[in-house]
C-alpha cells in the first residue's frame, strides 16, 4: 500500500512487529514503520473489536495504539523506533496491571 | 399578553435531567400528554457529570424513610432497566453485583462500622445485609486491592449503571409513548392561574399541572408557586482512564469500572458554588488513594477530568412536594438522581398523576420539614 521513497540499504534499524523482524530508518515512527512495511491495521477496538490503524498521525486520534516494549496503548504515531523495539498489534482493551 | 386559548399539556415537567424525564416518562407511560421543558446544552448538568452508582448501604442517616426509599428504588430497578430495554432497544448496562466502601486506616474502619452501626439503629429502619470485612475477606472479593486496605463495608445491594445510556433511554422512553420535548427551552417565569399554569422563557405553553425538576434552577423556579427548594451546588471531580480489560466484578464506592472498561475515579465533596473547574490538588488526592486502593491503576493512562455540580438539598434528603398555595406544583429535587431514578420513574408518577403527594408514604420528604414548627 505505501512505499518508501528511501532504499532498502538506508534501512539500517531493526524493529520487531509481532515477532517478525522488520528494516526501519532512522527517525522513522512506529506508525510509519508498520505502514511502510504492510501493517495497515495496528489494533482492534477495545468496545467492538474493529480493525483500526494509524489515522492522524501527528497524537490526536488514539486510533494508531499499539503495545511497545511490553506497554500497551501507547501511541505508534508519536513514538520514534528504535533498534531491536518489540511491538506488538494491540487486540482489543490493554490487559490490567501490564 | 394574550392567554393561551386552551391549556395544552396535562403536565408540563421544567426539567430534562434524570429526575425530570424519569417523572415526565413514567406520566407519559400512564397516558397523559407530557412536556419536557428543558434547558441548553451548556446547563449545569449533573446527570451528564455524575458517577453513575446505584448506591444502597450508606443512604439514610438520619432520615430512615431515605433509606427504605433508597432500598426501594434499588428493587425497581431491573423492572426499569427491562422497561427502558423494550420500549427503546437501548441497554442501560445495569448491574448489581453488590458494593465496596474500602478503607485506609484502622480510623476509617471504626468510623465506618459505626456509621452503618447506627444508620441501621435509627428507628423505622428496615435492615438490610451488609458486612463489615478485614483485608484478607476484602482481597477474596477483590483480588487487586492494594496493602493499604485495611477493610471494606460491603452490600450486596450496591450497583451501578452506564448513566448517559439511562439519560438517552429516558428520552426516547418519552418521545415514543407521546411526549413532546422541548430543548433549549429554559423556564423564566411560571404565571400560577386558576386550574393551568402558564409558563414562559425559551418557549410559552400552558398545563394543568406541573413538575419542577430543574435540579439547582429549582431553587428560583420553586418560590414562583409557593414552593421551597433549598438546594445548592456541591462540587465533585471525576477522573476517568484509558479503556482496560475487566477487573473489577464489583463497585467501589469511588472507583468503578464502566461496561465499556474505562475506570472513573471520583472522591471528592466540595462548597464551591456555581463553578466547574477542575483542580489539580483534588484531582491528586484523588488519583493517590485510588492507587492505594488499587497499585496497577498507577499505570494506566488518564484520558479526561471534569467537574460536575450535584443538586444538594439543605438537609441532604429528597424533597417531594406540592404545593399547598398552588395545588398542582408539584417539586422533585434530590442529589441521588441515578440511585432513585427506578422510585422516580416507576413509584413517583402515581402519585403525582392522583395529586396525592404528600402522602403518608412520601410525607418526610415535604419541604415542609424546613419549615419552623408552626404554634396549634
Known amino acids: 500500500m505505501f512505499q518508501r521513497l528511501t532504499r532498502e540499504r538506508e534501512l539500517p534499524l531493526t524493529i520487531f512487529i509481532d515477532g517478525t523482524a522488520t528494516p526501519a530508518r532512522h527517525g522513522d515512527t512506529v506508525a510509519a514503520a508498520m505502514l511502510g512495511s504492510g501493517h495497515v491495521a495496528c489494533r482492534t477496538t477495545a468496545v467492538s473489536g474493529t480493525p483500526r490503524g494509524p489515522y492522524c498521525l501527528m497524537g490526536v486520534c488514539f486510533d494508531c495504539l499499539v503495545k511497545i516494549d511490553g506497554d500497551a496503548n501507547r501511541q505508534a504515531c508519536m513514538t520514534t523506533v528504535r533498534d531491536g523495539m518489540r511491538i506488538e498489534t494491540q487486540r482489543g482493551k490493554r490487559e490490567y496491571g501490564t | 399578553m394574550a392567554s393561551a386559548p386552551h391549556t395544552e399539556f396535562d403536565f408540563a415537567v421544567i426539567g430534562g435531567g434524570l429526575v425530570g424525564a424519569a417523572i415526565a416518562w413514567g406520566l407519559a407511560r400512564r397516558g397523559r400528554s407530557v412536556a419536557m421543558l428543558d434547558e441548553g446544552d451548556i446547563a449545569f448538568r449533573a446527570s451528564r457529570g455524575n458517577f453513575a452508582l446505584i448506591w444502597v448501604q450508606s443512604k439514610g442517616g438520619g432520615m430512615s424513610r431515605y433509606a427504605l426509599w433508597t432500598r426501594e428504588s434499588s428493587d425497581a430497578w431491573p423492572q426499569l432497566a427491562a422497561a427502558l430495554r423494550i420500549e427503546t432497544g437501548l441497554d442501560v448496562c445495569l448491574q448489581q453485583p453488590g458494593g465496596f466502601h474500602l478503607l485506609l486506616s484502622q480510623s476509617e474502619l471504626e468510623n465506618r462500622a459505626n456509621a452503618l452501626k447506627r444508620l441501621h439503629n435509627q428507628p423505622g429502619m428496615v435492615p438490610f445485609e451488609y458486612h463489615m470485612l478485614d483485608h484478607a475477606q476484602t482481597e477474596k472479593m477483590l483480588p487487586e486491592i492494594g496493602p493499604d486496605v485495611v477493610g471494606a463495608s460491603f452490600c450486596p445491594l450496591d450497583g451501578h449503571v452506564n448513566a448517559l445510556c439511562l439519560l438517552r433511554a429516558l428520552h426516547l422512553g ?43 434552577g429549582n431553587a428560583p423556579l420553586a418560590p414562583m408557586v409557593g414552593l421551597n427548594a433549598p438546594v445548592r451546588p456541591q462540587r465533585g471531580q471525576i477522573i476517568v482512564t484509558e479503556k482496560v480489560a475487566p477487573f473489577m466484578n464489583y463497585v467501589v464506592h469511588t472507583i468503578r469500572q464502566t461496561d465499556e472498561g474505562s475506570v472513573m475515579i471520583s472522591d471528592s465533596v466540595e462548597e464551591a458554588g456555581f463553578d466547574v473547574s477542575v483542580g489539580s490538588g483534588v484531582l491528586a488526592v484523588m488519583a493517590e488513594r485510588a492507587v492505594r486502593m488499587f497499585p496497577h491503576l498507577a499505570k494506566l493512562n488518564v484520558v479526561r477530568c471534569w467537574a460536575a455540580l450535584r443538586v444538594m438539598p439543605q438537609d441532604g ?14 417539586i422533585a429535587t434530590c442529589h441521588s438522581g441515578v440511585t432513585l431514578a427506578a422510585a422516580h420513574a416507576l413509584l413517583l408518577p402515581p402519585c403525582i398523576d392522583s395529586g396525592d403527594l404528600p402522602n403518608e408514604s412520601l410525607a418526610a420528604f415535604s419541604a415542609r420539614r424546613f419549615d419552623v414548627p408552626a404554634t396549634h
Open chain 2, 317 to 330: 434528603y429528597p424533597i417531594y412536594d406540592q404545593s399547598k398555595v398552588w395545588p398542582g406544583a408539584f
Open chain 2, 174 to 216: 418519552f418521545q415514543r409513548n407521546g411526549g413532546r420535548y422541548f430543548p433549549d427551552c429554559g423556564v423564566e417565569r411560571i404565571e400560577p392561574r386558576s386550574g393551568e399554569f402558564g409558563l414562559h422563557g425559551g418557549v410559552d405553553i400552558s398545563a394543568h399541572k406541573i413538575v419542577l425538576a430543574a435540579g439547582l
